[in-house]
Each structure stands twice: as structure tokens, then as C-alpha cells.
């Protein structure tokens, strides 16, 4: 982001004082200082001050829940929180919806529209002369085009330039509830590495729709996705299920995750990947095995806090590399993981980026050898002062399943 400061405008010149706050603070911001939502405004419009964004507007996507715990439904009527640099922010709401928004400590005023009423206008006319605009990255294009025709003088940007870095770093309350869909999610990896979950003579789609319901029970509000691959299936990173049935010999990697909610909170992610072997471990695959479960290792342990992003990615390649798997490592080692499963920070060669505490992420580290099998092991993982914390801690042992 370019910090093309338009100079804090004001700020007292003459500050002759105790080199502190404003004494005359009428601020209500003050009465609001409290909340971690009422801070995220600050840090938002902090950004916007740096990069003259004047208006952002929030759709769908998790900009939204994140700064008013309010999650549009992916409807065709349009949901925008608008959130102007210099007054309150609006959420602009169709009326059917409102009753289910919760305003905290009046943080933002609602407008809900009636289905008489035409919300881009409404959103047009909040945003009023400002031409500098950020848009929430999953606002329907539909909206964003109409929102073009309406506003001719707009220049839009995607809102994550300014929330992507602030998102991506976590407080304590929302690394609980990380922490909580990861354990909830390794109760399910423990169930599947314990025989609990039958593989062989099963059909893939039949076992993820087993892992889905297993990440229900054990607390998650919403199935994201359970990815099972088995035999050469498991070559391909993000296989399909479907109908293959598993057999006595096949590996088989399961990454799943959902959504989960705590105490009121919007739902946070898990993700995690275990590889198992149904029955009998194939010819060569425990040496395949063990060269990932190293790279996932040194991945952890590379992820302290003023590492940057490629020293995480290129900690778990060079353990493949030197196994002779490095052309088999096909993707990234991991992405930021938070109200959505893929996030800032990118885990990536080409990232400077350096972690900081809070920065919450996967090391997924994989070799694929097409036509035989694959293997990949995840854990979601926080950068703290003390060092990396592994918030997923089921057995990452080659485990066979007898099931
Ligand atoms: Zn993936
Ligand atoms: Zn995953
Ligand atoms: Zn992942």
C-alpha cells in the first residue's frame, strides 16, 4: 500500500502541552474506546487517513462481520456498510434483513430499505462527493457496476488493501475461537486416525460427507469443505471426492474444515490435513511420508515472529528439495486462516512479508507423484513472542487405518 500520506491534517501545530491527548476531547469516540470492534474503525479509517481512501464500503465477505459481527446472506438485495473517513458509518440493510442486525454501543447507524427503494442510490448518496472508494472484495459485480453508473467520478479499490494486513492479525478473543475450531476439528482427525471413520470399501464422497457431519458434532456451525482423496486421487492436491471406493493400500489425505462460533462471535475457520494409508502402506510411501512430516516441521518451527512469509515457505521446500521431492511440492506452503479459510498472510516464495504476533496460518506442506499417490500434512499455526503455536496437535505419525 502506498502511504501517500495526506498529511495528518490537523493535529495541534502549537502543541506546547504534556505532549499528550487532546484535553477537550468531546469525544464520543472515547465513551467507545472499550470494544474490539470500536478499535478495528479506528485502525480502519487509520488506513484510509494513509492511503486517502474517503469511503469504504463493505458487502459481502468477512470485512463486514468483522467490523460489525453482522454477516450478510449472499442475497440479491445488496447489504453495504458504507464507512466514510470523517462521520458515522451506515449499514445499509433491505428492512426483511434489519431485525437480525445487532448494533453494538451504537458503533453505526442502520438504513434499512424497503423493497420499494432503489439501495444503490441510498449507498450513492451516503457516499455523496467523495471519489476515492474501497469495495469489499466479494461485493457482488453487480453491484459494484451499478454502484460505477451511480457514482461516474468513483475510484474504486479493493477493500483488503486497507483490511487484509489489519485482519490478518488476531486478538486474543478471536484466537480463542481459531483455537476452539481447531481442537473441534482435531477431535475429527482423531476419530479418523483412530478407525472411527471406516475407509476401505467405502466411496470417497460417502467418508467426506462422514468427516462433514463429525465436524458438525464436535461444534462447528458450517461444513467448509472435507477433501478425500484416496489412491492416486491423493495426487491431486484438491480432489473432488466422489465415487472411488477406497481399498486396502491406498493412501488416502483428508482436509477438511468448517466454521465455528463462540460465545456470540462470527465464525472463524479450522483447516486441517491428515494422510492416512488404508489397510497396508504401499512401496515407497513411508520415505514420501516422512520427507513431508520433516517439511512440516521446519515449516512450524520457521514461523517466528520477524520471519518473513518465504523463510516459512522455503524452511519446508528445502526439507523436500533435499529429498528429492522438491518438483512434487506443487503449491504454496500456506495461507492466513481467520473469518475466511483463505487470508492474509500467503505463506508464499515471493512474500517479504514478515509475521507478527497474531498472524494465524497453515503449514501445508505436499508432494504429489501423479498416478501413484500424494501425501500432505496441516496444522494452522499463530506467531507469537514465545514463538510458533501449533494450534492443531493431532498425531501427524503415519498411522494405518484398519477400517
Ligand atoms: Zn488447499
Ligand atoms: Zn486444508
Ligand atoms: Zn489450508
Known amino acids: 500500500m502506498s502511504p501517500e500520506s495526506t498529511a495528518p491534517a490537523s493535529r495541534n501545530p502549537v502543541s506546547t502541552a504534556p505532549a499528550s491527548r487532546n484535553p477537550v476531547s468531546t469525544a464520543p469516540a472515547s465513551s467507545r474506546q472499550s470494544s474490539p470492534r470500536s478499535r478495528r474503525f479506528e485502525l480502519v479509517r487509520r488506513e484510509m487517513a494513509r492511503s486517502g481512501v474517503q469511503v469504504v ?76 472508494l474501497a469495495v469489499s472484495d466479494r461485493t457482488w459485480a453487480v453491484f459494484l457496476m451499478a454502484l460505477q453508473d451511480a457514482l461516474p467520478d468513483g475510484r474504486f479499490c479493493p477493500s483488503s488493501k486497507l483490511t487484509g494486513p489489519l485482519r490478518a492479525v488476531k486478538d486474543e478473543a478471536e484466537i480463542a475461537v481459531l483455537a476452539a475450531a481447531a481442537s473441534a476439528a482435531d477431535r475429527v482427525a482423531d476419530q479418523l486416525m483412530g478407525g472411527e471413520v471406516p475407509l476401505i470399501g467405502r466411496s470417497e464422497a460417502d467418508v467426506s460427507a462422514d468427516i462433514g457431519r463429525r465436524l458438525v458434532a464436535e461444534g462447528h456451525s458450517r461444513v467448509n469443505f472435507a477433501i478425500v482423496a484416496s ?64 517439511a512440516q516441521a521446519d515449516g512450524v518451527a520457521a514461523a517466528t515472529v520477524g ?36 487470508e492474509a498472510p500467503y ?36 506467531a507469537t513472542e514465545a514463538g510458533p503455536r501449533r494450534l492443531n496437535v493431532s498425531c501427524r505419525e503415519l498411522t494405518v487405518v484398519d477400517a
Open 57 to 132: 464500503l463493505c458487502s459481502l465477505g468477512a470485512d463486514l462481520p468483522w467490523l460489525t459481527g453482522y454477516e450478510a446472506m449472499p442475497l440479491e438485495r445488496l447489504t453495504m456498510l458504507v464507512l466514510p473517513a470523517e462521520s458515522d458509518p451506515t449499514l445499509v440493510v433491505p428492512a426483511l434483513e434489519a431485525p437480525r442486525v445487532e448494533v453494538e454501543d451504537s458503533l453505526f447507524r442502520l438504513r434499512p430499505w424497503a423493497e420499494s427503494e432503489d439501495p444503490v442510490s441510498i449507498v450513492a448518496s451516503l457516499v455523496g462527493s467523495a471519489t476515492r
Open 231 to 294: 489412491g492416486p486421487n491423493s495426487a491431486s492436491p484438491h480432489h473432488e471426492p466422489g465415487s472411488r471406493l477406497i481399498e486396502a493400500g491406498d493412501p488416502v489425505v483428508c482436509d477438511f474444515g468448517g466454521s465455528l462460533t463462540l460465545d456470540g462471535s462470527p465464525g472463524y475457520c479450522s483447516d486441517t490435513t491428515r494422510t492416512v494409508v488404508a489397510g497396508a502402506i504401499p512401496d515407497g510411501f513411508s520415505e514420501v511420508y516422512d520427507a513431508v512430516r520433516r
Open 307 to 342: 520471519a518473513r512469509c518465504a523463510d516459512v515457505d522455503s524452511a519446508a521446500r528445502d526439507v523436500l528439495t533435499g529429498a528429492g521431492l522438491g518438483e512434487q511440492f506443487i503449491h504454496r506452503t500456506g495461507h492466513g486462516i481467520g473469518l475466511e479459510e483463505h
Open 347 to 382: 505463506i508464499v516464495s515471493t512474500s517479504v512479508e514478515q509475521l507478527e504476533p497474531g498472524h494465524a496460518f497453515s503449514v501445508e506442506p505436499g508432494a504429489y507423484l501423479p498416478g501413484r499417490y500424494g501425501v500432505r500434512i496441516e496444522d494452522i499455526v499463530v
